[in-house]
């Protein structure tokens, strides 16, 4: 690591918090992160944000090929003198710009293996769950409050729009958690790895993904109000009688909160808005 920061010296990069950039240092932890991915000879692996590639070590010699996406030319220059391997294609791009169905030329899916920067983790986590048939796996360390967030069952405090939409796609699982004394610069939370099985088909398809997401946002806009008052109030243009008559068909208590709601309920939830509104 010592050799590592004089290359970040060298190319006269140093470390920004304000992008949340906090790099794993810790030599066991990263030989233990590929483990868990079991990163192969059959796996081409995305990585959001390498740095100056101290994953990228690990992940070279484990996968097929090694698709290092850097936003930081500066970054991205230290990288390519610290890793100098066959099977790395540097790429030097926004993952929140790119398009990223260009990656689908590769002709199998990827499996992404990332510490990523804390502040985008929850755009970053949407643009890559929502692009259909493109990943088998993702394993990315987030700050441990989005972690919990992801993996949060009903009736948990920590339920909300972002577990229900990874849910939908996936199997979130939390399957390490990090004191931040293995990152450098020290973030000031704790992290953790979570694992994201990605589903071939959802366990109950939404008619119309976009009004999926859109009932769900609405339904927990108001958090400590019962479902029915933060539907009615929430712009879906819905009187609070059709809105009582949607949940009852769907199987929902009007007096329930959203973070109560199964993703079965909220899916078919949506499903009755999205005819509903077909037809008025």
Do not use: W
Not at 194 to 213: M, Q, S
């Amino acid at each position: 690591m010592r050799q590592t920061r004089k290359a970040i010296a060298q190319f006269g990069f140093r470390e920004k918090k304000s992008l949340g950039q906090h790099f794993l240092v810790d030599e066991n932890v990263l030989a233990q992160i590929v483990e868990l991915a079991g990163v192969g000879k059959g796996d081409i692996v995305l990585e959001i944000g390498p740095g100056p590639g101290s994953l990228t070590k690990y992940l070279v010699n484990k996968a097929q090929k090694v698709l290092a996406l850097e936003l930081d030319e500066k970054l991205a220059s230290v990288l390519r003198h610290e890793v100098r391997a066959e099977n790395l294609e540097v790429i030097v791009s926004d993952i929140l710009k790119i398009n990223i169905n260009d990656l689908k030329e590769y002709g199998q899916k990827l499996k992404v293996v990332s510490n990523l920067p804390y502040n985008i983790s929850t755009e970053v986590i949407f643009r890559l769950l929502e692009t259909p048939g493109l990943f088998s796996e993702l394993y990315l360390m987030l700050q441990k409050e989005v972690a919990e967030r992801l993996v949060a069952r009903p009736v948990g405090k920590d339920r909300g729009l972002l577990s229900v939409i990874c849910q939908y796609h996936s199997d979130p699982e939390i399957v390490m958690r990090l004191g931040p004394e293995v990152f450098k610069p020290r973030p000031k939370v704790d992290s953790a790895l979570v694992k994201f099985r990605i589903l071939e088909n959802p366990k109950l398809e939404a008619a119309d993904y976009h009004t999926f997401k859109k009932v769900v946002r609405a339904a927990f806009a108001m958090r400590r109000k019962m479902v029915r008052n933060s539907l009615a109030k929430s712009g879906l243009g819905l009187e609070p009688e059709k809105v009582e008559e949607l949940l009852a068909s769907a199987d929902i208590l009007s007096t329930s909160r959203a973070e109560e709601l199964e993703l079965e309920n909220l899916v078919k939830l949506s499903n009755l808005y999205f005819k509903a509104m077909e037809n008025a």
